[in-house]
């Protein structure tokens, strides 16, 4: 008696042989993976650093950069799920998604924590990343949220961390225990 169902036991004949490959993926999609990965580092770093430094021409140049790629990552990812939703992946019949509830949620938390983020600058009124150059406001000014909305942000990053971290491990995992010839 099996205790546990074997892939062949699951799937088609069709599917049995690439159910538990490594998906090939168009570039389009690996370079945005890859520059969603590098902004989201770039991004959470400078913001821990910033926060630590406190005050001063240091800190205040790194929240300009953190703001500014923050807003990169949010129009990255926005881009990535339109070319995700529209460019469906080669052969993505024959090769089953094994964790897609994982990439969508790590979807969703790069797109909500740049906009809390973005929410809490505008509440505070410090929306510029540049001199002449500020974000547009997506909160009123002064609402008094401002600690509340930047809070969730910095709590909120670090669960994207945490996603990222055990993306990362499926990812390792699926190159572990990928069929080899």
Request: aromatic content about 12%.
């Amino acid at each position: 008696m099996k205790s546990v169902a074997s892939p062949s036991d699951v799937l088609p004949a069709a599917v049995q042989d690439t159910a538990y490959e490594i998906r090939a993926y168009r570039l389009p999609a690996k370079i945005f993976h890859w520059l969603t990965a590098i902004l989201v580092v770039f991004m959470v770093t400078s913001g821990v650093i910033a926060k630590q430094l406190g005050d001063g021409p240091v800190a205040d140049m790194l929240f300009s950069l953190h703001k500014l790629t923050g807003a990169l990552t949010l129009l990255t990812v926005l881009v990535r799920l339109a070319y995700r939703v529209l460019c469906t992946m080669p052969d993505s019949k024959l090769q089953p998604h094994r964790r897609p509830v994982l990439h969508w949620v790590l979807y969703a938390v790069v797109v909500f924590v740049p906009l809390l983020g973005w929410a809490g600058i505008s509440d505070f009124g410090a929306r510029e990343i540049f001199p002449g150059y500020s974000l547009p406001a997506i909160w009123p000014e002064g609402a008094g949220y401002d600690e509340l909305l930047l809070q969730w942000h910095a709590y909120f990053a670090f669960v994207l961390l945490a996603f990222v971290a055990l993306h990362i491990g499926v990812a390792i995992q699926d190159y572990m225990t990928d069929k080899r010839p």
